[in-house]
């Protein structure tokens, strides 16, 4: 019943697992195959955008193998997900992967503003020893968030005689529901992401815009217009919104969990042995559904869009095959 509640119409899930499992392959592919050309290659192992988008790789792969055949076992049984230890393992791996690569891409913005607008100390500022200490920070930053939340998260009160979430796959809204709704959890969780997720923003925003101007400034005496370097901010500003938007997404069920409340998020079931039973409402169905499509997104179009673009990249695919 509550797998019905969130996809009443039979003749959508083998479409759905049609569409998971080719974007689960596909993530797949080609991450392990930029992985394996990155190591194959030693003149491009030693360059800080190339460690970081190593760093970007696996945290994809953790996030792809956590996530997605989680969905593509619910919808292949026709079932919502059982509350048990993969449960568990599923959101604190699914939670430290996602901040990885949030954080990781504010670093490889970074990077790209420093090897464009202070070239001369480029490699003065990000050292082999500063590298590592910034990749070992992101994944220290993860961890403990994804840690402090799931202790938080078991303040609440479990409904340990349901063995069965409202969802699809243990994402925060139905692991919290599922705990009873512990609030310092879901401030925790709301106030963290929000401030990583504002800093990837302005971040971006600002080592992009930095380098739009510094690019336009330098054909400004030719009396022409760089149209290469409005391109290519448009463009890796269009593939940032793609990558952000299952955190879009999120930011905007938080929200109408906080102004519109549990009640306009759950709706009651039929009412049997005296008992009214929860179900997810349109809205939280719609949300569920949209994020668990845009969580496999990122690590799909990730290697294309910082791997194609360089030529180098390019070079070590061809030469691997």
Same mark, same amino acid.
């Given at each position: 019943?509550?797998?019905?509640?969130?996809?009443?119409?039979?003749?959508?899930?083998?479409?759905?697992?049609?569409?998971?499992?080719?974007?689960?392959?596909?993530?797949?592919?080609?991450?392990?195959?930029?992985?394996?050309?990155?190591?194959?290659?030693?003149?491009?192992?030693?360059?800080?955008?190339?460690?970081?988008?190593?760093?970007?790789?696996?945290? !994809?792969?953790?996030?792809?193998?956590?996530?997605?055949?989680?969905?593509?076992?619910?919808?292949?049984?026709?079932?919502?997900?059982?509350?048990?230890?993969?449960?568990?393992?599923?959101?604190?791996?699914?939670?430290?992967?996602?901040?990885?690569?949030?954080?990781?891409?504010?670093?490889?913005?970074?990077?790209?503003?420093?090897?464009?607008?202070? &070239?001369?100390?480029?490699?003065?500022?990000?050292?082999?020893?500063?590298?590592?200490?910034?990749?070992?920070?992101?994944?220290?930053?993860?961890?403990?968030?994804?840690?402090?939340?799931?202790?938080?998260?078991?303040?609440?009160?479990?409904?340990?005689? !349901?063995?069965?979430?409202?969802?699809?796959?243990?994402?925060?809204? $139905? $692991?919290?529901?599922?705990?009873?709704?512990?609030?310092?959890?879901?401030?925790?969780?709301?106030?963290?992401?929000?401030?990583?997720?504002?800093?990837?923003?302005?971040?971006?925003?600002?080592?992009?815009?930095?380098?739009?101007?510094?690019?336009?400034?330098?054909?400004?005496?030719?009396?022409?217009?760089?149209?290469? &370097?409005?391109?290519?901010?448009?463009?890796?500003?269009?593939?940032?919104?793609?990558?952000?938007?299952?955190?879009?997404?999120? &930011?905007?069920?938080?929200?109408?969990?906080?102004?519109?409340?549990?009640?306009?998020?759950?709706?009651?079931?039929?009412?049997?042995?005296?008992? $009214?039973?929860?179900?997810?409402?349109?809205?939280?169905?719609?949300?569920?559904?949209?994020?668990?499509? $845009?969580?496999?997104?990122?690590?799909?179009?990730?290697?294309?869009?910082?791997?194609?673009?360089?030529?180098?990249?390019?070079?070590?695919?061809?030469?691997?095959?």
């Amino acid at each position: 019943c509550l797998f019905l509640s969130i996809i009443p119409n039979g003749h959508a899930v083998p479409a759905l697992i049609c569409i998971f499992v080719l974007l689960t392959l596909f993530s797949f592919l080609v991450n392990g195959l930029t992985l394996f050309g990155l190591g194959r290659s030693e003149d491009l192992s030693w360059e800080p955008r190339f460690a970081f988008l190593k760093n970007l790789i696996l945290s !994809d792969l953790i996030q792809t193998a956590t996530l997605s055949p989680a969905v593509i076992h619910s919808l292949v049984h026709r079932r919502t997900m059982e509350f048990n230890t993969w449960c568990y393992v599923q959101y604190f791996a699914g939670t430290a992967s996602i901040f990885s690569s949030l954080v990781t891409i504010t670093c490889m913005a970074l990077e790209r503003y420093l090897y464009v607008c202070h &070239a001369i100390h480029y490699l003065g500022i990000l050292t082999q020893v500063r590298l590592w200490v910034t990749l070992s920070l992101i994944w220290v930053y993860s961890i403990s968030v994804s840690t402090v939340n799931m202790v938080l998260l078991h303040m609440g009160t479990e409904r340990k005689n !349901d063995p069965t979430t409202r969802g699809l796959l243990c994402e925060p809204d $139905m $692991m919290e529901q599922h705990m009873g709704f512990p609030r310092v959890s879901a401030v925790f969780r709301k106030v963290v992401g929000s401030f990583t997720l504002l800093l990837c923003l302005l971040v971006y925003a600002f080592s992009y815009l930095r380098m739009y101007r510094d690019a336009r400034n330098a054909v400004i005496p030719f009396n022409a217009v760089n149209n290469t &370097a409005r391109k290519t901010v448009l463009f890796y500003c269009g593939m940032l919104f793609l990558q952000l938007l299952p955190l879009l997404i999120k &930011a905007a069920s938080d929200a109408l969990w906080e102004v519109e409340g549990t009640v306009a998020m759950t709706a009651r079931a039929s009412e049997g042995n005296s008992m $009214m039973e929860t179900t997810p409402s349109a809205t939280a169905v719609v949300l569920h559904m949209s994020l668990l499509m $845009m969580l496999i997104v990122p690590p799909c179009i990730n290697p294309l869009v910082y791997g194609l673009r360089s030529a180098e990249m390019r070079q070590a695919r061809r030469s691997l095959f």
